[in-house]
């Protein structure tokens, strides 16, 4: 099993401004993934975050809204940049491991 | 493209009653199909998978049977408890390279009364 650290776990921000997710994984992982549960609403993956490289990104997000870090392979950051209203969601980090895929607890994101 | 559709909610049941969640997919190839639980406050967890078809997944009392025929993984309980609670996503995975790209379905809230 995996034990996912995902922080902060809520937070409150003003539009316009950039938040930046963390996820930390007790063990090393090969894959990593984000998703975001809007309101609602079932569960979207945004990207697979890749050591070493650029994230690949699903139809619908791109990077310059998303930009994800992946510097090891325990450790991930997602920033959800210049926030609107629309982008109130829970983003979820998740990680691949023994042909099973873990949840971090998540962070509630609240945009006014 | 892949795509989960599930039996709309909320589910409301009484203790000891019988659950049966639909969940019916859409995907070229062979996937991999997943059970999630959320319970109140808490982080998804897989409950139960199925990674060939005929293959039943089970876990805590809840069964689900991979069918290709008619395209479905439909969660089952004979007995549910207060605990049982929760909300439930189908999920998918295409294989492969893909395999922890999930697709899910819209999440079904199943409340047990005592």
């Known amino acids: 099993s995996a034990v996912i650290s995902q922080k902060p776990s809520r937070d409150i921000c003003q539009r316009g401004t950039s938040l930046t997710i963390q996820c930390q994984v007790d063990?090393?992982?090969?894959?990593m993934f984000w998703y975001r549960q809007q309101p609602g609403q079932s569960l979207t993956l945004i990207a697979t975050a890749n050591q070493g490289s650029e994230a690949t990104y699903e139809s619908g997000f791109v990077i310059d809204k998303f930009p994800i870090s992946r510097p090891n392979l325990t450790f991930s950051t997602l920033t959800v940049s210049n926030m609107s209203p629309e982008d109130s969601s829970i983003y979820l980090c998740s990680v691949l491991t023994s042909s099973k895929l873990f949840f971090g607890s998540g962070t509630q994101l609240s945009v006014l | 493209g892949n795509s989960v559709t599930q039996m709309e909610g909320p589910v409301t049941l009484s203790e000891e009653a019988f659950l049966t969640i639909n969940c019916t997919y859409t995907?070229?190839?062979?996937?991999?199909l997943f059970w999630y639980v959320q319970y109140p406050g808490e982080g998804l967890q897989l409950l139960l998978k199925?990674?060939?078809?005929?293959d039943k997944g089970s876990n805590k009392g809840f069964e689900a049977t991979y069918r290709k025929e008619t395209t479905s993984f439909h969660l089952e309980k004979g007995s549910v408890q207060v605990s049982d609670s929760a909300v439930y996503f189908c999920a998918l995975s295409a294989g492969g390279t893909s395999y922890g790209k999930l697709t899910f379905g819209q999440g079904t809230i199943l409340t047990v009364h005592p």
């Open positions: 063990s090393q992982v090969t894959m």
């Open positions: 995907a070229t190839g062979y996937p991999s």
């Open positions: 199925a990674t060939k078809a005929d």
